[in-house]
């Protein structure tokens, strides 16, 4: 299997997919801004609407935002369509990472509520075992009858998350709650539910993961305690992020995330090999494998035998992060980890030197809590300027702090195509304070724009 490529062939890209239902209220036209408000936190968008909403807003504007048919009856089905071909309202619950109903009118609520399912949307919603998030937005004498507020909590009950309507003046020229929320937290609840923040979509990580060995016989090897925990926790975090993530891992007795393009090997040679290899796609590469430093210079054919004292004679391994880093391409960044033993900041820093990373994150394998084969652990996130400690905690949160640090790292040179043209406006607006670095400017700037960041790669 060494070498062998498993998994989704290249090209895949983890990209969530959320279905936007429409039903039939006057803010049926509000819901042209939700879908575009997903699509900009990188989410591949599909609507389904109900007769209703057919009414208040054509299917075809969703059909051009979204760049697909829009499903708004169960009975349509392709011209082209075979008789066995799945029917529709399961194959897109089942395409669905999740469904938002945006806007929720009363009706929707209580057919969800109460398990009809006498159209595409109800259908999908009872077919689906994605996350459902809704947006209610009515009349407020009808949002606060106790009938709707019932199914409400019903929904609320049964896992559905609710985006509150708004208070202000309504359609119907009545004043109060019932006004759907705006577009933005629409989405910012989507990415809620989605158990993440999608800023590594567009980007590929390349992951080195567990120990190599190297063999001394036909049954013995040098090896190390690695268990390649950590690497497989990064690889989980990075593609729940959005990216395409390519795995290159020591042997392991961990079952690797399901989407991501596992690549098996042994030695540090074949990791070298493989990892170089695929270098030139990635965006980011994180260097987590603990690579064997030596590599015996005589492989016995077979077994050895006891035949009193012994040494070996040991050649060093190519180094495969110094490599990386002498072959980057423009853009791409590069993370190390480092396990130290002592003095694990002053060697972590001086291994960063060393190798050129953009950033090195330091274990003290040392402490017997954390490290090899734990389920938690404690590093510091080491760059030439700063240095983050990430407190014991378990390895899958300790990944996503990880990447939420590179992405930090990313976001200075990404900025500009990052902000939309108001926020470039805002750029323009902002004046350059006298004395602070252009990092803390850009700081300022990055946080104001943040609800609609989106991780962009610059080459
Ligand atoms: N590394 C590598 N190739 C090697 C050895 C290490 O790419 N032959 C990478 C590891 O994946 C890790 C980083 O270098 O990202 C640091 O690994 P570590 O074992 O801590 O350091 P070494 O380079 O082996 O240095 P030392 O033995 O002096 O601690």
Known sequence: MNGEIEGPAS?????????????GGIAAYKAAEVVRALQRHALEVRVTMTQAATRFVQPLTFAALSGHRVMTSLWE???DASPDAPIDHIAEAQWADLLVVAPATADILARFAHGLADDFLTTM???TSAPVVVAPAMNSVMWEHAATQ?????????????????????????????????PEQIANAVLNALGRSHDLAGEVVLITAGGTREALDPVRFLGNRSSGKMGYALAEAAQSRGARVILVTGPSALHPP??????????????????????????LVIKSAAVADYRPVVVAEQKLRRQGPMTLELLPTEDILAEVVRRRRPGQLIVGFAAETEDTVEQGRAKLLRKGADAIVVNDVGREEIGFDSDHNAATFLTLSTAIDLPFMPKRKLADRVLDEVVALRRPQSLLVELSSTELELQREMPVREGSSVQQDETALRESAAPRRKALMIE
């Open 11 to 23: 090209g895949y890209n983890r990209t969530m997919k959320v279905m936007v239902g429409v039903s």
């Open 77 to 79: 089905m392709p011209t």
């Open 125 to 127: 919603y009872l077919a």
């Open 150 to 182: 019932a199914n409400v909590e019903m929904l609320r009950r049964r896992g559905v998350r609710i985006v509150e309507p708004d208070a202000g003046p309504l359609a119907c020229g009545m004043v109060g709650p019932g006004r759907m929320a705006e």
């Open 258 to 283: 399901i989407h991501c393009e596992v690549v098996r090997v042994t030695t540090a040679e074949e990791m070298r090999q493989a990892v170089l290899a695929r270098q030139a796609e990635a965006t």
